[in-house]
């Protein structure tokens, strides 16, 4: 057989101790567990812990996504301000946007020379969320030039399948000395920028060095190339 509790009419059913309510099932089925300051809710679809019952309280929330908020009541379910959310999707958001997800370091000391034409310097991959930004720093090490007239030059871009895109708001500088001279001269360059919103999955980044009239050798003598990404959130 089956033991059945509760109310045969409109009516909520509680649960009480010590004459203070501790569980409610509503008369539309919603269920509220109150235990000392914090609540437990199932009510409208939404799963809800907060740490007390009254208002301004940070609260989580989830139903399609995993919501944290601060609330104007404890009792509701949609109201209250945004402050972190993880998606169905997996990306995640914050109200100040801009959170560090995940920092990767590389080197790269292999020797290329370039005479005009493109040559990988340095390249990895990072696999990120939906709308998550990737951010680039970038130090050259040591560029051998080939005189007074070339000039080294890099861009950075990421490919993610047939698609490469180049970091559009990348900044470069040139440090060198003796340069002075129709001889070889040592150069060292840094740049940095920022992606847009990216969709999820693996992208491969990489710096792409060239010269403008001459000869430009990367990573010259082992003194090799640095690269630190970081995946930002939205």
Do not use: C
């Not at 000392?36 to 940070?58: E, F, K, M, R, V």
């Amino acid at each position: 057989g089956v033991v059945t509790t509760g109310a045969r009419s409109n009516h909520p059913w509680r649960v009480t101790t010590n004459d203070t309510e501790r569980l409610r099932v509503d008369t539309s089925g919603n269920t509220l567990l109150q235990t000392g300051g914090a609540a437990l809710q199932w009510q409208n679809g939404y799963q809800t812990i907060s740490g007390a019952a009254n208002s301004n309280d940070l609260t989580y929330r989830t139903y399609a996504n995993h919501i944290w908020k601060t609330t104007t009541g404890a009792s509701s379910t949609t109201d209250g301000t945004e402050r972190f959310k993880i998606s169905q999707t997996g990306s995640i958001t914050s109200s100040t946007g801009g959170m560090t997800l995940q920092t990767k370091e590389v080197y790269g000391n292999t020797t290329v020379t370039t005479t005009g034409s493109d040559v990988t310097v340095i390249s990895t991959t990072i696999t990120i969320l939906a709308n998550s930004k990737i951010a680039v720093w970038f130090q050259s090490g040591q560029i051998q030039n080939s005189g007074q007239t070339s000039n080294p030059n890099f861009l950075i871009k990421h490919t993610i399948g047939s698609t490469t895109t180049n970091i559009s708001d990348q900044v470069s500088n040139h440090w060198d000395y003796n340069t002075g001279k129709t001889s070889d001269a040592r150069i060292f360059m840094t740049g940095q920028g920022m992606s847009g919103s990216l969709s999820a999955g693996t992208y491969t980044v990489a710096v792409i060095g060239n010269v403008y009239n001459g000869t430009a050798t990367w990573n010259y003598q082992g003194l090799g190339s640095s690269l630190i990404l970081q995946e930002i959130s939205a």
